[in-house]
């Protein structure tokens, strides 16, 4: 089982290292990467300040395989990578980075824009916003 | 005992990520009953997993000593 939960922010550092690691994989032409960062929405007066995420971790360790079986048997894909934050992510820092890559260019785009959309809808991952006035609500997929 | 475990509002409301029922075996709706008894469950939105898997809440079940039963929010990932 490949690991997907990290405790806290994706670092820069992480996601550039992880570029680095397929340097020696030449069958791989393209890679594509998607990074979702926490975003300040506004909540009436106040505005989110950062996400606590949580998960129901086995559950959500059971879908994301399926979720990878499915992406390489749609897709030309040499690999890929998911990993999301758990614990407190600040506005402006990383909580998830998807990484595709594919002998060539046109698959990335589509295997990424599904894989990011199945995390979305099936794995439980839950997020509480946390407000500039210490309260929070908690986050609901659009 | 049947367990349980909450997350997100669920959870708060519970005010617990977990619990042990005192119940050997149950229907899943009545479960779902018990526990909208103990912290009104039904004004949130959310789905069951039964050992992992989303069950419809109507859905003819028995759990048992050794199931996994979970309440989940809306996902809120990415």
Not at chain 1, 96 to 117: C, D, G
């Amino acid at each position: 089982m490949k690991k997907v939960f990290l405790e806290g922010a994706i670092s820069p550092e992480f996601i550039a290292d992880s570029i680095a690691k397929h340097q020696g994989k030449h069958s791989i032409g393209a890679h594509n990467i998607f990074l979702g960062q926490v975003r300040a929405d506004e909540v009436g007066d106040n505005k989110v300040v950062a996400i606590e995420y949580t998960t129901y971790e086995e559950m959500a360790n059971e879908k994301l395989y399926e979720i990878r079986e499915a992406a390489f048997e749609k897709f030309n894909l040499t690999c890929l990578h998911i990993y999301h934050s758990l614990g407190e992510v600040k506005v402006g820092d990383i909580c998830i980075f998807v990484f595709v890559s594919s002998p060539r260019r046109k698959q990335v785009y589509e295997a990424t824009e599904w894989l990011v959309n199945q995390v979305k809808e099936h794995v439980p991952i839950f997020g509480k916003e946390i407000l500039d006035n210490a309260d929070h609500q908690w986050k609901v997929n659009s | 005992m049947i367990t349980v475990n909450y997350f997100g509002n669920i959870a708060e409301a519970a005010q617990s990520s977990s619990e042990t029922l005192d119940h050997d075996s149950m229907s899943l709706v009545d479960l779902l009953e018990l526990l909208d008894s103990k912290y009104s469950i039904a004004q949130f939105p959310f789905q069951v997993a039964v050992n992992r898997k989303i069950v419809s809440k109507q859905q003819a079940l028995n759990i048992s000593d050794s199931d996994e039963v979970a309440l989940l929010p809306p996902f809120a990932g990415g």
